[in-house]
């Protein structure tokens, strides 16, 4: 019997040391597998230049032509467009289509130039369909002939980080990409256009959705419905009438300055903003407040990926960039070479100045360069006192105006 107990004794000890021997064992769980996109690859870099407004202009080719095209880069640009004047120059085919194309001026049925490539430094685009449509008057309000403004249907393709400090674009094919640090993530609706809750505040604070618009410049466009319906600003808030203009000509607005916009983390102070009567339905209100622009935008070194529905911002050396508070109450075009006042509006600073449309701008205090974006940026010196020369009916007329403030 002593036998028998020695063996059950000696049995449950070997029992005991393989239970921890098995657990003092390292624990194999199955792999966690995780397979990652490859990262993304650069495929070129693309230099660019500012106008007026932070607008970006990109040099591009089309197809086997020979002539450099100017091309704004626009995130608010449903497609990809060449203008139709440019067509015309470059012999484009066009189709008349039944779909219509809309802006903050008008809407209008389009042409579409088919299956043709873009060439861009060190990357063809190929398989685009081209809408056309008529760009003089931006053409005239910039200072520069503008081919086509480039969209949705190059973006959606690409990982497009814009450097606003170094002047230059650099474009990756979807995939990983590596995000810089000191930044924030933004996760927009994507549809054709991004589509971004931003936060703004004055007499009451208010959360809405705005088109994330890089070819608007501009800091905010906000639709009447929304100021009315919000009740964001007091009512004896004082507006300046001036005027915009965009798809389908131009468009009467009110000017005025908002406490507080917030962009993800981000908060700007005392923001100058327009207002607008959107009789276009662009904004598809209550859907969408209005649009934020590339006055404001361009203050962030930002990656656009569309493959994985994500805008990176990172603040760059124009975070802190003073807005631009300036009013004139006139419009200023390049028309058959010569800079030209048109749309002078009565009790603005021009009209009191004494300047009237037709006007001909022949130099700003010492300034006789001739250059319409060098003029446009001594009109946004808010308060000072311009000497401008002008030639009316044929003879130069001097006028002082001070540019007034509306902060």
Do not use: W
Not at 15 to 38: D, G, M
Not at 124 to 143: A, K, P
Not at 322 to 328: G, N, R
Not at 367 to 384: D, E
Request: contains cysteine; positive net charge; charged residues 20%.
């Amino acid at each position: 019997m002593a036998g028998k107990e020695r063996f059950i004794h000696i049995t449950i000890a070997r029992l005991q040391l393989l239970i921890l021997t098995i657990a003092c064992l390292p624990v194999v769980l199955p792999a966690q597998e995780q397979i990652l996109p490859a990262p993304a690859q650069k495929l070129t870099t693309l230099p660019f230049y500012q106008i007026t407004g932070g607008i970006i202009i990109i040099h591009a080719l089309l197809d086997n032509y020979k002539d450099t095209l100017n091309f704004v880069l626009d995130t608010g640009s449903g497609g990809i467009s060449l203008d139709s004047s440019t067509t015309e120059y470059l012999g484009v085919k066009k189709e008349m289509s039944d779909k219509t194309v809309r802006g903050i001026a008008g809407m209008r049925t389009v042409e579409f130039a088919y299956n043709h490539t873009l060439k861009l430094k060190g990357l063809d685009v190929e398989r685009l369909d081209f809408h056309v449509n008529n760009y003089d008057l931006l053409s005239s309000t910039y200072g520069v002939k503008i081919d086509g403004i480039i969209g949705y249907s190059f973006l959606r393709r690409y990982i497009v980080a814009i450097d606003y400090d170094k002047l230059e674009i650099n474009v990756f094919a979807p995939g990983t990409y590596k995000y810089p640090r000191g930044g924030f993530m933004l996760r927009p609706r994507f549809g054709t256009i991004p589509i971004q809750n931003v936060m703004v505040k004055d007499e009451n604070a208010f959360d809405a959705r705005y088109y994330f618009d890089t070819g608007a410049g501009l800091c905010m466009l906000l639709c009447e419905e929304i100021v009315k319906d919000s009740a964001l600003l007091k009512r004896k808030r004082k507006f300046y009438t001036t005027q915009a203009e965009g798809l389908g000509g131009k468009k009467s607005m009110q000017l005025t300055v908002i406490k507080q916009v917030k962009l993800g983390p981000y908060k700007f102070r005392n923001v100058p903003v327009y207002v607008f009567d959107d009789e276009f339905n662009i904004t598809s209100y209550p859907m969408l407040g209005g649009l934020i622009g590339n006055d404001l935008l361009r203050r962030f070194n930002t990656v656009i990926n569309y493959p994985e529905r994500e805008i990176h911002l990172k603040p760059n050396t124009h975070y802190t960039d003073s807005f631009d508070y300036s009013y004139v109450g006139m419009s200023v075009y390049m028309i058959n070479g010569l800079i030209t006042i048109s749309d002078v509006i009565k009790d603005s600073p021009a009209d009191k100045a004494g300047l009237k449309d037709g006007d001909i701008i022949f130099g700003i205090d010492n300034n006789l360069s001739g250059n319409i974006q060098v003029y446009k940026a001594m009109l946004q010196s808010a308060g000072n006192k311009l000497k401008i020369i002008v030639i009316r009916n044929g003879e130069f007329v001097t006028v002082q105006m001070k540019v007034r403030s509306i902060y």
